[in-house]
């Protein structure tokens, strides 16, 4: 009879259970996969590479206290800083480089443009005022008053974020669209492509009304950092697990839960070899897997179960593809004096690597090709030509590759999960992993014969291995209806439900996707203000 049980060791269960466990209380998770870690996984599929198979920027968590609070540095965590995070090849040579530096960025954006470099600082001056009240609220469960205490206090009753609303139209600019907020603001095509295909990262188009913001959050890159955790995005949720096990806590993996009951005041957790008992359940799972395949049915309420149901996942929108390389992309018209770059030694890489190959590379030649590719999406078809997000990280962590060997992760969208052409993700999935891999040869040809081995994250596959349903790595759509106290459902925004006794966590809940964590944080401080204890994070530092 454990105080907790979490079902799911993804990075938000190990968190939530972490903190719990750190509490005093009994806690384990159960996991159906033979490894810990959900979508933030890493795995040696081709034998001598380190594969990412979910995600792998670390853009948020880092500059979370969760870190520290939970003493991660530790258990063997470990980042390495993205500087660097982006780089923007243009089709006509060169391109822009994102450091943390805004000044740097600028100069990079100047060679297209020295409005744009001047239009660039502003909004990040802006975007980011407005994001800090975001991520405030981001760390705190998503009630009326606690939004209004940090987003509404923060960026209405302070004089300087006052008069950035005022002077750049900024809650008009949050209700429209970000492709639209992009064309406004800045004038280059150069600039105005690698933003779009960087916001678009989120999931909505660029045409989707109340996403401004999914471009302003770049601002906050430029605060917080982007990162990696050495060894691969797994390294997170390894550290995780053994922080857990430290305090106690225990977990059972390669145990798929086949149904989850209640009598009384207690939990059955079964398993195809077990029944694990507990006072409390977190979900920390798919919200549509947990409420449609393993609560029993007398457990929901048709009412409820109607409402989860409505719950909008979409079709998908991606497809991944790790390959092994023998050397890193060379981009074509690329001078390394064009864009402030240098080339860097790093142990372990080959002469080729350059701060291009440190952050996430966007291979998107304009923003008419993204849009066709989003309206084949929309017919239910791959794209004929997808746009890419290329990572080549074993140029900043040699650990992830053999000697002068490389990783390169490749992210494509749009890719519909349910295809309505008649083709199956099956008999295609080759095709499709061609098509991407010839994206990064039309700007690196040297990687025409560079191809060592490869691991194709079809959606299919990637719903199969990791969990995804319909290949949605956000879990639910980050529409507005879908976010802050409406996220998943109003009902079920505080990561309480109304079955006593049964919580949430995960990307189904606020804040949403990606590697974040909060959502473990602020669910384990709602489970422990009901189980009578005070989660006070300031002393667990």
């Known amino acids: 009879m454990y105080d907790v049980v979490v079902v799911g060791a993804g990075h938000n269960g190990l968190i939530c259970a972490c903190y719990l466990a750190k509490l005093g209380s009994s806690v384990c998770i159960v996991e159906r996969r033979s490894v810990v870690g959900g979508a933030v996984?890493?795995?040696?599929?081709?034998?001598?590479?380190?594969?990412?198979?979910?995600?792998?920027v670390h853009i948020m968590f880092k500059s979370t206290p969760i870190m520290e609070e939970l003493s991660?540095?530790?258990?063997?965590?470990?980042?390495?800083?993205?500087?660097?995070?982006?780089?923007?090849p243009a089709s006509g040579g060169g391109g822009i480089s994102f450091y943390r530096s805004v000044e740097k960025t600028c100069e990079s954006i100047a060679q297209f443009s020295r409005k744009d470099a001047d239009a660039y600082r502003i909004f990040v001056e802006a975007w980011g005022e407005l994001n800090e009240g975001i991520w405030e609220a981001f760390l705190q469960t998503p009630t009326p008053g606690n939004l209004i205490s940090t987003v509404l206090k923060r960026n209405l009753f302070h004089r300087k974020s006052r008069n950035l609303w005022k002077s750049t139209n900024l809650i008009r600019a949050l209700l429209g669209s970000y492709g639209s907020l992009i064309e406004e603001t800045f004038e280059s095509?150069?600039?105005?492509?690698?933003?779009t295909w960087f916001a678009a990262q989120s999931g909505p188009p660029p045409t989707e009304i109340a996403t401004g913001d999914f471009a302003g959050w770049q601002a906050m890159i430029h605060r917080h950092g982007a990162w990696r955790a050495k060894g691969g995005s797994g390294s997170l949720t390894k550290a995780l697990g053994r922080r857990l096990e430290s305090l106690g806590g225990k977990i059972f993996l390669g145990e798929a839960v086949e149904k989850i009951s209640k009598d009384g005041n207690r939990w059955h957790i079964r398993t195809a070899e077990s029944v694990i008992e507990g006072r409390r359940v977190v979900g920390a799972c798919h919200v549509k897997t947990l409420f449609g395949d393993l609560l029993s049915p007398e457990l929901v309420s048709q009412a409820l179960q109607k409402r989860v149901n409505s719950i909008r996942i979409g079709n998908g929108f991606g497809m991944a593809v790790r390959h092994a390389v023998s050397e890193l992309p060379a981009y074509k018209n690329v001078s390394q004096n064009s864009v402030g770059a240098q080339e860097i030694a790093v142990p372990g890489s080959n002469t080729g690597s350059s701060e291009v190959h440190f952050g996430m590379q966007l291979l998107c030649p304009s923003r008419p090709?993204?849009?066709?590719a989003y309206?084949?999406?929309l017919q239910g078809r791959p794209p004929s030509d997808p746009a890419v997000l290329a990572m080549t990280f074993s140029a900043l962590d040699p650990t992830l590759a053999p000697t002068g060997k490389h990783v390169l992760f490749a992210w494509a969208q749009y890719h519909p999960y349910q295809l309505s052409n008649g083709e199956n993700w099956e008999s295609i999935g080759e095709r499709e992993a061609d098509k991407i891999y010839a994206r990064i040869c039309d700007y690196a040809p040297n990687m025409e014969g560079a191809l060592i081995g490869r691991f194709i994250q079809t959606p299919v596959e990637i719903e199969r291995r990791i969990g995804l349903l319909k290949a949605n790595v956000m879990h639910v759509e980050m529409s507005f209806d879908q976010m802050f106290t409406f996220r998943p459902?109003?009902?079920?925004?505080?990561?309480?439900?109304p079955i006593e006794g049964l919580y949430l966590t995960g990307a189904s809940t606020h804040p949403g996707g990606g590697v974040f964590g909060a959502s473990g944080r602020n669910a384990a401080r709602e489970i422990a203000r009901d189980l009578g204890k005070k989660m006070n994070f300031s002393s667990l530092r």
Do not use: K, N
């Open 489 to 497: 459902l109003p009902e079920l925004s505080t990561y309480r439900t």
């Open 189 to 195: 095509e150069e600039l105005r492509t690698a933003m």
């Open 369 to 372: 090709f993204l849009q066709s």
């Open 72 to 88: 991660l540095a530790s258990a063997g965590l470990e980042y390495i800083e993205m500087d660097p995070w982006a780089f923007y």
């Open 375 to 377: 309206y084949e999406y």
């Open 41 to 56: 996984c890493t795995e040696e599929i081709v034998p001598g590479y380190s594969f990412d198979v979910g995600s792998s």
